[in-house]
Each structure stands twice: as C-alpha cells, then as structure tokens.
C-alpha cells in the first residue's frame, strides 16, 4: 500500500511539474497604454528586430533565419470610439487598398470578436511572394494591431495559429 501511495504521489507531482513548466514557456507582454498579452510556447521574442512599443517574434526554430516568418505587435491611436468599428473599419479598408493596389496584392477582409469580447478587424493581404495578416483590435480611440508576415506558405497554418493566440489573450489595458 505504501509503495502505491508512493508511486501516485511521485506521478501527482511529475505531473504537476510538467503542467506548471509547460505554462511558463508561454510569455506574458506588456505594451504600455494598450494592454496585455501571450505569445504561443514555440514563439520567442527577437531582440534584434524589436523595440519596447513594437516587440517582433518568430517561430524559436527560425530564431537565426534571415527571412523569418513574423509577428510584431503594436498600438495606435485613431479618431474613433469603439462604438464606431465599421467607421474604423471603413479608414483601414481604404488604406489597405491604396497598398493592395501599389504591390498589386489581393485583399480581403473580416470582422469577428476576441475570445475577450473585443471586436476585431482581419485584413489579409496576398502577393506573389508573402502574405500578410494583420488584426486590429478595437478600442476606444486607438487599437491593437497583430500582423503576421509569411514568406514560406508551408508554415501559414503555425503562423496564423501564433498570431491569433496573441489575439485572443490581448486584454486591454484599464
């Protein structure tokens, strides 16, 4: 009985380590004057490309490449409410197809919520030789924008899923 009682507490705590190191590889950021959020466990932050204000991330197994799939983060300000999402909507629509046109990229575009609640605006942008995804969040007079840039369409699916993991943490700041 004593050892049964052993072998289950011995299994109890390697468990218990295992579930409690798997939550540490996720990382927690902080952009001051937005808000919080947490980058997948295969994500890590790269220094060389980053800036407090707008941290750059790349698959950890892409960590040296020299044309990296990548997300970078950043908040803006703009002149609507959050009430007014479709007048957002309608501004960052007309921006994007001024640079649609420009790299003579296909353009589409949806709007959804945030496992948080929060409207979001999803712009994908496609050329011949990447694709760009790009989220904003939208707040009250300013947003948060996700994008993800794929140069190896191989690795889309991991890319979109990392980039929307950051999407619906991001909770905004009080």
Same mark, same amino acid.
């Given at each position: 009985?004593?050892?049964?009682?052993?072998?289950?507490?011995?299994?109890?705590?390697?468990?218990?380590?295992?579930?409690?190191?798997?939550?540490?590889?996720?990382?927690?950021?902080?952009?001051?004057?937005?808000?919080?959020?947490?980058?997948?466990?295969?994500?890590?932050?790269?220094?060389?490309?980053?800036?407090?204000?707008?941290?750059?991330?790349?698959?950890?197994?892409?960590?040296?490449?020299?044309?990296?799939?990548?997300? !970078? *983060?950043?908040?803006?300000?703009? =002149? &609507?409410?959050? %009430?007014?999402?479709?007048?957002f909507k309608d501004a960052i629509t007309y921006q994007m197809t001024n640079q649609a046109k420009a790299y003579k990229a296909q353009l589409n575009g949806s709007g959804s919520k945030t496992d948080q609640g929060y409207d979001v605006l999803t712009f994908?942008?496609?050329? !011949? *030789?990447?694709?760009?995804?790009? =989220? &904003?969040?939208? %707040?009250?007079?300013?947003?948060?924008?996700?994008?993800?840039?794929?140069?190896?369409?191989?690795?889309?699916?991991?890319?979109?899923?990392?980039?929307?993991?950051?999407?619906?943490?991001?909770?905004?700041?009080?």
């Open positions: 009985m004593k050892k049964i009682l052993l072998l289950l507490g011995v299994l109890l705590l390697v468990t218990g380590c295992s579930l409690s190191s798997k939550k540490e590889e996720n990382k927690t950021f902080s952009i001051e004057g937005y808000g919080t959020f947490t980058i997948s466990e295969n994500y890590m932050i790269r220094e060389d490309h980053s800036t407090k204000e707008k941290p750059f991330f790349v698959d950890k197994k892409d960590e040296h490449a020299s044309r990296p799939n990548n997300i !970078s *983060t950043n908040g803006g300000k703009n =002149y &609507y409410a959050k %009430g007014e999402v479709l007048r994908i942008m496609t050329t !011949s *030789t990447e694709k760009t995804v790009q =989220y &904003y969040i939208v %707040g009250d007079y300013k947003y948060f924008l996700v994008h993800a840039t794929i140069f190896d369409s191989k690795e889309e699916d991991s890319v979109i899923e990392a980039a929307e993991y950051i999407v619906n943490s991001f909770t905004w700041e009080e």
